[in-house]
């Protein structure tokens, strides 16, 4: 653990770190058979520099793969290959004019006409080689490859019996009619380097439904996506209202520069005679923000790599942010375009109070329901919203199960139940809701059974955290019999929670509401796992995670060249583990509602519900 290290680095009592980028860069895509040492070669530098500058990109990357590469000139190939030079090749916006492959719009533009590619396909018997099937269809051998990357073995000519090969592109008009699709469909029209990974994962829905429902693009199979496609996402019946689907694009503007400063109560006066142990063993707080501006460090690390020119002064508050006054008397903030922290709420409010910046409070408060300021936003969900997100959930998932609500007597776990039932009612197939409470101290497992029924499936809804009743309700669910099937929810996967057996809550299909979800086999998830463990020689904490998401998604905003609060409007963000659909109120602070639903699957791995 390099936490005692990072503090003799960073933490003096109140300081400033300049980390602005000397060097500018910009995006280029690889061509055709060109090599990562092609690419170096011809910037003069030496290969190992360029793929230090590209961590995830391989000696050998595919074409149009986009890397990072120094700016401005490149030197011009003396090659005499006709292929564009990567000088020519530099994109550093997020426009695109790509005629070739956006679809062509009618006079009415409700009507459009998409070029497809369609293949024939055989399917190899015994005794054919390679050289007999390009013959019979009148191909190269490269064709072959061509079409069918995922079969390796036919470079050394080997097939296999029962392998299905596409062996010759059939071009093919399709004409869609927008007004009708848009009807009937959530849609997506494809935007310049988005991916099938980035859409499925943003609308949690997986490749195959994308396959399915869209039949005329059949290059969604190998993963292919043109600019302009409009796709079918889910019928329309499935979408909820209270969803946000509007998926926010990166982009990043040329010659971009954002001033960031960090404010975090590090400490240092107060621990500048403490050993690393007395520091961290059990001080939580320590712990946070360490782990939290690490995360941070890795996010401002890969703002930098995709060209932005970051500046970073990071200011130590002290402890209940005693340092603040004076940070905000000596205009130490005067300049900047973003304040991440502090780490207290009433602190974040008057630091807000006396800047032009926006201010992220980055973590929750019981007291940020409070914020007025406009400067403010909030990155973690109200808790007052779990009840509401959940409702609507079970609401659009309905089919005709048996409804049972577990509360107590407390005031505000009644609210949640009113909240809950209210939108529940608003099916109008749902009839009747059971709310069970304690007699007694404990609800007897009979109040459940009786109602349930082995015909129907059964949502159990648990509103109170109380350790006892939570307890209480799960053993009943467990001791039930095999044929009734039960899916047990709740608000929140709170303590009371972390003392129950997770095959427990597996075998009754335990659902919750969550601020964070993360798909460890992600893309996203994995890469920024690597560059942690990198930089930091340990495994990310969930406050190193939120300090890298945070951080990442604010300066990728901030790079749009737009005002942060401006970005809100243009759709919800998904990182590593958080997702960001911020709401400015009109006359107030700016909030975050993305919110998840995780169920336990019997694995004791977790799916994301919504």
């Known amino acids: 653990m390099k936490k005692l290290q990072f503090l003799l ?28 040492r092609d690419v170096a070669d ?30 401005p000139k490149i030197k011009k190939s003396t090659s005499s290959s006709t292929t564009t030079s990567p000088e020519e090749e530099v994109n550093t916006t997020d426009t695109n004019n790509n005629e070739e492959t956006a679809p062509e719009n009618q006079e009415d533009g409700t009507v459009f006409q998409q070029t497809v590619v369609e293949y024939e396909t055989h ?63 959530l849609t997506h029209t494809v935007k310049s380097k988005e991916t099938m990974y980035s859409l499925t994962r943003f609308y949690n829905v997986t490749k195959e439904d994308l396959l399915r429902l869209n039949p005329e693009y059949p290059d969604l199979a190998d993963n292919k996506l043109s600019i302009g496609q409009l796709l079918k996402i889910k019928p329309i019946e499935e979408v909820s209202k209270k969803e946000n689907y509007t998926f926010y694009k990166d982009s990043i503007e040329v010659d971009t520069s954002i001033n960031l400063a960090i404010l975090l109560p590090f400490k240092a006066n107060e621990y500048s005679s403490k050993s690393s142990k007395d520091i961290f063993e059990g001080n939580q707080l320590a712990n946070m923000v360490t782990d939290f501006y690490m995360g941070a460090e890795v996010a401002i690390d890969s703002i930098k790599k995709q060209g932005v020119l970051v500046n970073v002064n990071i200011f130590d508050t002290g402890n209940r942010g005693k340092n603040i006054a004076t940070i905000l008397k000596d205009k130490k903030l005067e300049n900047t375009d973003v304040i991440i922290g502090p780490f207290y709420s009433d602190k974040a409010e008057v630091v807000a109070r006396d800047v032009n910046a926006p201010v992220v409070f980055p973590h929750y408060s019981s007291k940020q329901s409070k914020f007025t300021s406009s400067k ?4 973690s969900p109200e808790k007052e919203n779990y009840a509401g997100y959940l409702a609507s959930y079970l609401k659009d998932s309905y089919k005709d199960q048996e409804i049972f609500i ?14 809950i039932i209210s939108e529940l009612k608003k099916h109008d197939s749902i009839n009747t809701i059971h709310v069970l409470k304690p007699e007694k101290g404990y609800i007897k497992r009979a109040r459940f059974t009786s109602k349930m029924s082995s015909k129907r499936h ?69 890469a920024f796992n690597n560059k942690y463990l990198q930089k930091n020689n340990t495994i990310p904490s969930d406050y190193a995670i939120k300090g890298f998401d945070i951080t990442y998604d604010v300066l990728m905003r901030l790079a749009s060249g737009d005002k942060l609060t401006d970005t809100f409007k243009k759709g919800v963000s998904l990182r590593v583990e958080n997702k960001f ?29 919504r």
């Open 42 to 71: 011809r910037l003069d530098m030496k290969t190992k520099d360029l793929l230090r500058l590209n961590p995830d990109i391989g000696r050998r990357p595919d074409a149009n793969t986009v890397i990072v590469i120094p700016n």
């Open 123 to 185: 399917e190899v018997q015994k005794g054919e080689t390679v050289y007999r099937i390009t013959k019979q269809y009148d191909i190269t051998k490269e064709d072959l490859i061509k079409f069918n990357p995922e079969y390796t073995n036919i470079q050394s000519n080997n097939l296999s019996i029962g392998q299905v090969l596409k062996v010759k592109a059939i071009e093919k008009t399709v004409t869609i009619n927008k007004d009708e699709v848009l009807e009937k469909f």
């Open 581 to 609: 659909d911020y709401h400015k109120k009109t006359f107030g602070s700016s909030g975050n509602q993305g919110l998840f639903i995780v169920k336990y699957n019997g694995d004791l791995s977790l799916s994301r519900l």
């Open 376 to 379: 403010l936003v909030k990155t």
């Open 406 to 419: 577990v509360s107590d007597e407390r005031k505000d776990t009644n609210a949640k139940v009113s909240k």
């Open 458 to 526: 059964n949502w159990v809804i648990i509103t109170s955290d109380d350790n006892v009743v939570v307890a209480d309700a799960l053993n009943s669910m467990i001791g039930i019999p095999d044929e009734v099937k039960v899916q047990v929810f709740t608000l929140e996967k709170g303590s009371a929670y972390d003392r129950i057996d997770n095959n427990k809550l597996a075998s009754v299909n335990f659902t919750y509401v969550s601020n964070t979800y993360t798909d460890e086999e992600a893309i996203d998830t994995k």
């Open 9 to 36: 680095l960073v933490c003096i009592l109140t300081f400033t770190v300049s980390c602005g980028q000397q060097k500018r860069y910009v995006s280029y895509k690889i061509q055709e058979g060109e090599t990562m």
